[in-house]
């Protein structure tokens, strides 16, 4: 989305994840050993997150009205009807499509009639940002998993986050002696924390919308699902959210696209949202357990895991959300010959697309692929074999033809020729862009030519196939994006 440069300005990197139990360290998660761009986690103050979108989001030309609250809505076949209030002014509002991203207690989901079951949990959680020099090192969080409960500190950009469970909300004015007492437990004397720039508490919700549509009203984020903070999962699990659902609005607004596109945000992204609160509800559970017995069974369980290089990159490939898959969505789909021989091979459909280094055949220049598919459209990726036979030359020339005529602001092009093709025998078809494997790394993450790719605009996989399933690749782009038929 173009925002790292900034929001990696305003954060701190944290290059680890250390956990402490009773008898000192257990284990510690090495992040930069994630095999990603970004082998890293961003500590950065929500308020900055919320800043650095904004700023983005008005440079694409977006307005943001704040002071506005929605009272009430109704909808109908010809679109939605809110009535809003902006100071002492009641205004109503058409759209044709409506969004509840309001939060937890959200007013849409209420008046949608949308149940939002789950349960609270019985501890009580304080928090309070410090200035402070703690004794640990500032590139890693850690976990205290204390008999008294658990402690986490985090670095900030500047200073400290302490957040520590308690079993019932304190009894006076919430001030730092209650961490600092906590603190004294881990470090054998009492700290201080001086004046905390923010002090709060809050409790923890694990609850779950029974749907994210009704007709043309949507939610999402925490409006649609909300955990515990532990796993740090909420806010971009609901970033992911409007990703998914963004790109087929906007084709709707458009006039593009079945139905089934519509439906396919819930059936994707809720059983996402239920996988990640029911891990980071095991995740919970298992930092606030209190009977000796089981304490000691997870501390033992998570020395064990620490040791484990497959168990530590599968705990990252989660957290980052970067497991995150649609394989079960009723719009990815395979090529009727997809499946013969090569189902373990490449991404499958639904997956997130990998990346790999490509070289201009014009120019000789180096690329990632993410970096040239960033176009918020559908992507057609033609994989050619090291030999380009003339069926595939011919493939070439028809979807470049197809795809400029029919699909231009919907699905562009890419040619990727195989690593041991010679230049002069690369095909070129007009202003189709061709690119070269450089190293063997398209091969190694997509298998061999010739395949055809189409990558949604969220980096997902819509549609794989063999060269020779060219036809029925159009009549999938035609059901997914032709145009809508009047009435
Ligand atoms: C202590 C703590 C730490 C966390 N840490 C992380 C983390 O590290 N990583 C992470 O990913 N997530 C984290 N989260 C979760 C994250 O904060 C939430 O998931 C995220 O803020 C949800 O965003 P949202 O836009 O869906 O809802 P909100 O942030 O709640 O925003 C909803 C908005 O809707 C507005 N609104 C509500 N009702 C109406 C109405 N009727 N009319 C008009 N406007 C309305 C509200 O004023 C608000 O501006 C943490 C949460 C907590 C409590």
Redesign the pocket.
């Known amino acids: 989305m173009d925002v790292l440069g900034p929001v990696r300005k305003a954060s701190r990197v944290l290059k680890a994840v250390s956990v402490y139990g009773d008898n000192g360290f257990l284990f510690e998660l090495d992040l930069t050993s994630l095999q990603a761009p970004y082998p890293w986690v961003l500590s950065c103050p929500?308020s900055d997150v919320e800043r650095v979108l904004i700023q983005r989001f008005k440079a694409l030309g977006g307005e943001l009205v704040r002071g506005?609250?929605?009272l009430d809505f109704t909808q109908d076949g010809s679109g939605v009807t809110a009535r809003i209030r902006k100071g002492t002014q009641l205004q109503t509002l058409q759209s044709e499509v409506m969004v509840g991203?309001?939060?937890?207690?959200s007013?849409v989901r209420q008046q949608l009639g949308i149940g939002f079951h789950g349960v609270e949990y019985s501890e009580h959680f304080l928090?309070a940002d410090v200035d402070w020099q703690s004794p640990w090192r500032n590139d890693s969080s850690h976990g205290f998993l204390q008999e008294e409960g658990l402690l986490i500190a985090l670095p900030l950009p500047t200073g400290w986050r302490l957040i520590m469970a308690t079993d019932s909300p304190p009894e006076a004015p919430l001030d730092v002696s209650i961490f600092e007492e906590r603190l004294a437990l881990i470090l054998g004397q009492k700290p201080d924390l001086g004046e905390p720039r923010w002090i709060s508490e809050?409790s923890v919700q694990r609850r779950l919308a029974q749907h994210y549509r009704r007709n043309r009203v949507y939610l999402a984020?925490?409006?649609a699902h909300v955990q515990s903070?532990l796993g740090?999962?909420?806010?971009?699990t609901?970033l992911a959210d409007a990703f998914n659902l963004s790109w087929k609005l906007g084709y709707y607004l458009k006039g593009y696209g079945s139905g089934a596109l519509l439906d396919s945000y819930e059936q994707e992204r809720r059983p996402v949202a239920e996988k990640m609160i029911y891990g980071v509800d095991m995740l919970s559970r298992a930092s606030l357990v209190k009977r000796p017995l089981l304490r000691r069974s997870r501390d033992s369980l998570l020395k064990l895991a620490g040791g484990r290089t497959r168990m530590s990159s599968r705990i990252l490939r989660t957290a980052s959300q970067l497991d995150v898959h649609y394989r079960h969505s009723p719009i990815v789909t395979s090529g009727p010959e997809a499946e013969l021989g090569w189902r373990r091979e490449g991404p499958l459909p639904g997956d997130r697309l990998p990346d790999a280094a490509l070289k201009s055949v014009r120019t000789g220049h180096l690329h990632q692929l993410h970096d040239l598919l960033r176009k918020p459209v559908h992507h057609l990726i033609l994989q050619l074999s090291e030999k380009p036979e003339h069926n595939e030359r011919l493939v070439l020339y028809a979807l470049s033809d197809r795809l400029g005529q029919d699909y231009r602001d919907r699905a562009h092009l890419t040619v990727v020729a195989a690593q041991q093709t010679p230049h002069s025998e690369v095909p070129r078809e007009g202003t189709t862009r061709i690119w070269q494997d450089h190293e063997g790394e398209f091969a190694a993450a997509f298998g061999h030519g010739p395949r055809l790719w189409l990558m949604r605009p969220d980096g997902h996989l819509a549609y794989r196939a063999p060269v020779g399933n060219a036809d029925h690749l159009l009549e999938y782009l035609d059901t997914i994006l032709g145009k809508q038929l009047a009435g």
């Open positions: 929500q506005v609250e929605l991203a309001d939060g937890v207690g007013t928090l809050f984020g925490d409006a903070p740090a999962q909420g806010m971009n609901g």
